[in-house]
């Protein structure tokens, strides 16, 4: 069973065992919680899907936090020329990675 879920302004397709990196949702190493924006839910050959409108109630997600952590370094650089203007950033977004356990419903 496969399905898709919304978390931190961003959709993903997941599936029960699949590990993934999303936005920090303030959870610690080790807890499980669910998911409540299921936004569809099927079969992976698409013989039986369930599509929300926008949600789906009735469907959950369990998910397991693995642990948390910081994204490598994104470098940025504004840069214009002949006026000695010269500016540089480093940002490291936070993340959380998750394993799917199950989907109910």
Known sequence: MISVIKTGGKQYIVSPGKRLKVE???KTSGEDFVFGEVLLVGEPDG????VGAPTLNSVRV???VI??????KIKL????????YRLRKGHRQHFTEIEIKNIEG
């Open 24 to 26: 920090k949702i303030g």
């Open 47 to 50: 013989s039986s899907v369930k």
């Open 62 to 64: 369990g998910a397991h």
């Open 67 to 72: 642990r948390e952590g910081r994204a490598r």
């Open 77 to 84: 650089l504004k840069y214009k020329p002949k006026k000695r």
